[in-house]
DNA sequence: GCTCCTAACGCAAAGTATTGGCTTTAGTGA
DNA sequence: TCACTAAAGCCAATACTTTGCGTTAGGAGC
């Protein structure tokens, strides 16, 4: 559930979000996911609790936007020169992120809330780092794959196998779904 | 977190997990998922807190229990007389089923569970279906999609769509999925 | 059928977390 | 600079969660 865009960057809102997300992160790392509660995050991030139990609702919530936040790209897909290059080394990354334990811990997080906002915009990042890598790939002349495509390809079957298979795939599964996409499709 | 399979299914554990399961299910009905707490469910199923709490650990775990047990299929898939018409017919009523709003509450209660268990279960539900669909069409001397290739052409689009795009599937997306998979495999 | 044994439950007392009412403050715009 | 508003702080009341300990139901051996 993500905060309206409070009125100014440099604004008290903005601040208390990121001592909030802050605390929540460093709680996480240092003492896993146990007492992790809503008083100890006030704390640490030096606000109140009721201050978190109004603007995120409670710990399920708050923990869904963090990891959202995380989920979030932090830079565009690394650029190897082609499409298909591009597109197996993101996926390679992805999902080596999403199959480790802090990842599943994420995708646990922003499943497991009523709000939907926070899976569709996992869903939007995706999209934009596909869409990303297919742009260059069309500036080069190359005709890339859909987006659809590979995410129903190759995506989908991977997101299943985590969530549902507690598999962690390996590079090679990741290999062939992608093989399977850039050459049927 | 399923339980360990009482002594025997008339002792006291299984009626206690009965009557809480019960509880659990008549509340979701009533009042919805607020107001829907471990004290009211106790008292519902006229067993103290602690029980629960001992028994399951907390909400989330005893409502991931319940969800499970809710997926479970009840009956063998329906026999259309042909493969193809027994594999559309249950993705048809399965997926209606996992997109509509309790199905999704279903699967947030199973997927936000930090305990793995829950979800591969409900991969084994689905597997344990499309498996008795594709016997039924061996000895019908059809030859039938392998069950992984179904998993990850139809299955995981699907259950994408449902969990980050927040689709509803259409009969029409199903059957294209399906299509893929019977011509394509 | 009787007795012993153990896992699971009830009860009640702490211990935490959550909520609501009200006050105070920071940031915005006149 | 001043007034206005949204958000945060504070504090008390309420609700939920955890724990220790006594009790009981069901099963095992005889």
Redesign the interface.
């Known amino acids: 559930m993500a905060i309206k865009s409070a009125p100014r960057p440099g604004g008290r809102s903005a601040r208390v979000q990121a001592a909030v997300h802050k605390a929540v992160r460093d709680l996480q790392k240092e003492q896993g ?1 146990d007492g992790l509660t809503v008083p100890a995050v006030a704390s640490r991030a030096g606000v109140t609790p009721s201050t978190i139990y109004r603007r995120w609702g409670g710990l ?1 919530q708050l923990l869904a936007d963090v990891a959202v936040e995380q989920m979030r790209p932090d830079e565009p897909p690394a650029d190897t020169g082609s499409f298909r290059g591009d597109l197996l080394a993101w996926l390679m990354q992805y999902f080596d992120e999403m199959s480790s334990t802090p990842g599943r811990a994420m ?3 922003v ?4 709000n ?1 906002a926070g ?2 915009k ?2 939007g990042f995706i999209r934009q780092q596909i869409e990303a890598i297919r742009e260059r790939a069309l500036a080069r002349g190359e005709s890339p794959v859909p987006a659809d495509s590979i ?3 190759v ?3 991977l ?2 196998r985590i ?4 598999e962690t795939p390996s590079a090679n599964a990741i290999a062939a ?1 992608f093989e399977q996409c850039v050459t ?1 499709t």
């Open positions: 996911r399920a995708l646990r997080d499943l497991g809330t009523e939907h899976a569709g996992c869903d995410l129903s390809v995506v989908a079957p997101m299943y969530l549902f298979a507690d779904l049927r």
